[in-house]
């Protein structure tokens, strides 16, 4: 395929002093190369706090106007989200366009979404962030996006390509569209999360930051325990590959059964709008069993992205759902693999070894509540025979003149379901 040219940018970026300013800055240009553009130069500005009107202050704005005609670009990206008066100051000033941080996730996100119910939050996010940014170029830039159709093409990028901005009141009818048709799709995920949570298996999802290896790791895991084998997840080495959630049902040998979910990764600063708009999606976080998070492991900035996801996962209101980390890609560092500490693992997704001691890790984790019975069932029966076997580990099978005598090891709800059938007691393992 071809490479499309990418548009070059100048980032800029407000150091107070912050340990994570670098990070931040890195994180930008990351965001920047996955919107098809690239930076041609950085600048900062230390100060304590934006100028309310300008973001940096009124000479290094005059500085910036300069360096925008010297670098030959029209494009500048604030490392910062800019009040509405902010982008049209800046503009006024440097002549150039102004995108902040959470214009630029928007964009990616818009160019990214797949899915009928992607499409709908990030158009909903977008007509959000633009109500109060008419009359900027950031809202402009948006226009085509969230105008009519939702998620068409994202690729003239040149000049006059904007179109008559929207009046307010049309912006608000547009979010009660989107709003409505976001809410009958919310339904339906609903009731579908229902359904599983009366099959009563235990769920477990994979969270943690864009790019650390996720949909990898559910691909290696569904390969071993789906049902299917085709019903792979799109991996790339790309920020935000994932912006849906998917969940698949896993079979162990032993019978255990639990349903695994990947879903949308984090960045430092996700855009509010954003997190809102993919509450649902990330529901399937919220309702967990147990997290995973993955970290890529080979990434300097580890430390950080691990608070950023932390962090995110308090903001969707995810606070007490245990948690076991897994430190992703270690086959690109020197450390040895795969290992266990505590509920810290060290492993690639690509070895074989390592999805072991994760299915190992993962199972001890879930599967911690089930009891071990022996059941005596009615030769007239046979169908609590046939539901045992298919859903709990039937460790011994006898034929006995009243009844088939199994052992079994099974969750607690079904042991409680063929009580009546219990020869012997339960013993927890
Ligand atoms: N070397 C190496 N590469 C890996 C490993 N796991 C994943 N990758 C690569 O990392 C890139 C990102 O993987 P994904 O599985 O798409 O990451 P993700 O966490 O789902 O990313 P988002 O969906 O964007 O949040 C892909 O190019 C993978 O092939 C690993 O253990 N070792
Ligand atoms: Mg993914």
Redesign the pocket.
């Given at each position: 395929m071809e490479e499309t040219p990418r548009t070059p940018v100048i980032t800029i970026g407000l150091n107070s002093g912050q340990a994570t300013f670098d990070y931040a800055m890195t994180e930008l240009k990351n965001l920047v190369e996955a919107n098809n553009m690239t930076v041609v130069e950085e600048i900062q500005q230390a100060l304590t706090k934006p100028n309310p009107g300008t973001y940096f202050g009124t000479g290094k704005v005059e500085e910036l106007a300069a360096i925008v005609i010297d670098d030959g670009v029209d494009t500048i990206v604030v490392n910062d989200e800019l009040s509405p008066s902010q982008i049209r100051n800046l503009e006024k000033v440097t002549k150039a366009r102004i995108m902040d941080r959470t214009g630029l996730i928007l964009e990616i996100f818009a160019n990214r979404a797949q899915s009928r119910e992607a499409k709908l939050q990030v158009q909903l996010a977008m007509l959000q962030y633009q109500l109060p940014r008419l009359h900027t170029s950031a809202s402009q830039r948006l226009d085509q996006q969230t105008g009519s159709g939702g998620g068409g093409g994202f690729t003239n990028r040149g000049a006059g390509e904007s179109q008559t901005e929207m009046s307010r009141r049309t912006i608000q009818r547009s979010i009660n569209h989107v709003n409505h048709e976001l809410k009958e799709i919310n339904q339906a995920a609903a009731t579908q999360r229902q359904q599983r949570e009366r099959n009563q298996l235990p769920s477990v999802a994979?969270v943690?930051?864009?790019?650390?290896?996720?949909?990898?790791?559910?691909?290696a895991l569904v390969r071993q325990f789906g049902m299917n084998e085709e019903k792979q997840?799109?991996?790339?080495?790309?920020?935000?590959?994932?912006?849906d959630t998917s969940v698949r049902q896993l079979t162990f040998p032993d019978q255990k059964k639990m349903l695994l979910s990947?879903t949308?990764?984090?960045v430092s600063q996700l855009p509010t709008q954003l997190v809102k708009a993919f509450r649902s999606t990330l529901a399937e976080a919220a309702n967990a069993d147990l997290l995973i998070q993955?970290v890529?492991y080979?990434d300097p900035n580890k430390e950080a992205m691990m608070n950023t996801t932390e962090q995110t996962l308090r903001d969707i209101g995810v606070t007490d759902v245990p948690m076991i980390t897994v430190f992703?890609?270690?086959?690109?560092t020197e450390t040895n693999f795969p290992s266990r500490a505590g509920d810290a693992l060290i492993?690639?997704?690509?070895?074989a070894d390592?999805i072991d001691l994760l299915t190992q890790t993962i199972k001890e984790k879930v599967f911690h509540n089930y009891v071990t019975a022996t059941f005596l069932v009615p030769f007239a029966n046979g169908e609590v025979v046939a539901y045992l076997n298919d859903n709990a580990n039937v460790l011994s099978t006898a034929y006995e003149e009243t009844g088939t005598a199994l052992k079994v090891e099974l969750q607690q709800a079904d042991f409680a379901r063929f009580k009546q059938y219990v020869v012997t007691p339960s013993t927890n393992d």
């Open positions: 994979l943690g930051y864009t790019n650390a290896g996720k949909s990898t790791l559910m691909n997840v799109f991996v790339k080495n790309m920020l935000f590959a994932t912006l990947d949308v990764g984090f993955v890529d080979a992703n890609k270690a086959d690109l492993l690639s997704a690509k070895d390592s």
